[in-house]
């Protein structure tokens, strides 16, 4: 088990004792023992997507660590029964999920977002500069959260409108129209417009 999953299952298992929730702590402790490669594997494997999407999603490092950990957590409390392959929709699905519930909070809204540099870049793409893809990602954040998801999705998971449509519960017709109305709005915020 690699040094930073040890570390994260500790963090996971404190947060568990702390909140008196003794038997949850214990089934970490058993992960540690070895009973847990699959989360292990999991949380190996799709971590940073998840840490990314959450920080573009956010724009916060802070919170966004704290939703990728809420997502493995509930990986951990909850077991559910992953189809083979679908693992990272699953997870990429829940964390889209909390941070939407964090972004509908009141106490969210009053942050100014965007004010500090992002620290993350997405996935690699063909823009040179930093500025470009630190402007490019301001303007994806200004973006109504419909829009947002699945351009962050789609663009920057590689995800496909039938898999996105799949994740979000929704029709495909609605994940093209929300992609094409999302990109028309990006080149309007890009030139100089708003999002609306």
Same mark, same amino acid.
């Given at each position: ?8 299952l500790r963090?996971i298992?404190?947060l568990?004792?702390r909140?008196g929730l003794?038997?949850?702590?214990g089934?970490?402790q058993?992960?540690?023992?070895g009973g847990?490669?699959?989360?292990e594997e ?6 940073t997507?998840?840490l990314?999407?959450?920080?573009f999603?956010?724009g916060?490092?802070q919170?966004a660590?704290?939703?990728?950990q809420?997502?493995f957590v509930r990986?951990i409390?909850?077991?559910p029964? &992953?189809? @083979? ?5 699953w *997870?990429?699905?829940v964390a889209?999920n909390?941070?939407?519930?964090l972004w509908r !909070?009141?106490?969210l809204k009053r ?17 040179d500069?930093?500025?470009?893809r630190?402007?490019?990602?301001q303007?994806i ?5 419909a829009?947002k998801e699945?351009?962050?999705l ?7 409108i039938s898999?996105i449509?799949?994740?979000m519960? &929704?029709? @495909?017709g609605?994940?093209s129209?929300r *992609?094409?109305r999302?990109r028309?709005?990006l080149?309007?915020i890009l030139?100089? !417009?708003?999002a609306?």
């Amino acid at each position: 088990m690699g040094v930073q999953t040890i570390s994260a299952l500790r963090r996971i298992q404190a947060l568990f004792i702390r909140s008196g929730l003794a038997e949850e702590a214990g089934n970490v402790q058993a992960a540690e023992g070895g009973g847990m490669a699959y989360f292990e594997e999991l949380y190996e494997r799709y971590a940073t997507d998840v840490l990314r999407v959450c920080y573009f999603y956010l724009g916060d490092r802070q919170k966004a660590e704290d939703v990728c950990q809420d997502v493995f957590v509930r990986l951990i409390t909850t077991s559910p029964q &992953l189809q @083979e392959g679908r693992e990272k929709a699953w *997870l990429l699905k829940v964390a889209l999920n909390r941070c939407r519930d964090l972004w509908r !909070g009141a106490w969210l809204k009053r942050v100014v977002l965007g004010s500090p540099a992002f620290e993350l870049v997405p996935a690699p793409d063909e823009i040179d500069s930093l500025a470009d893809r630190q402007e490019i990602m301001q303007a994806i954040n200004q973006l109504p959260a419909a829009f947002k998801e699945v351009i962050l999705l789609h663009y920057y998971q590689g995800y496909g409108i039938s898999e996105i449509a799949e994740m979000m519960e &929704l029709p @495909e017709g609605t994940i093209s129209s929300r *992609l094409s109305r999302g990109r028309k709005k990006l080149e309007s915020i890009l030139k100089g !417009g708003d999002a609306r």
